[in-house]
């Protein structure tokens, strides 16, 4: 049981750390002109942008949910 419980602590981290990058390359591509046109012209990010904090924020969820499961 002890090596199911380490290969979700890896999944987790894992998931973790690609979340974060979701979320740096979401924020490399909205300050791009493109999506600070969008964003001036609508008032809110591009829907690539919005994607990839959403894809970010659920791999930090569940990496961290498996992370911290027993």
């Known amino acids: 049981m002890a090596n199911s419980s380490s290969s979700k602590k890896t999944t987790g981290i894992a998931l973790i750390v690609i979340g974060a990058g979701l979320a740096f390359w979401a924020t490399q591509k909205s300050e791009g002109l493109k999506s600070q046109l969008s964003s001036a012209v ?3 990010h591009s829907d690539n ?5 959403i ?8 990496g961290a949910f498996l992370f911290v499961r027993k």
């Open 49 to 53: 942008v919005m994607i990839l904090y």
């Open 42 to 44: 609508t008032g809110s």
């Open 55 to 62: 894809a970010a924020a659920v791999c930090v969820v569940v």
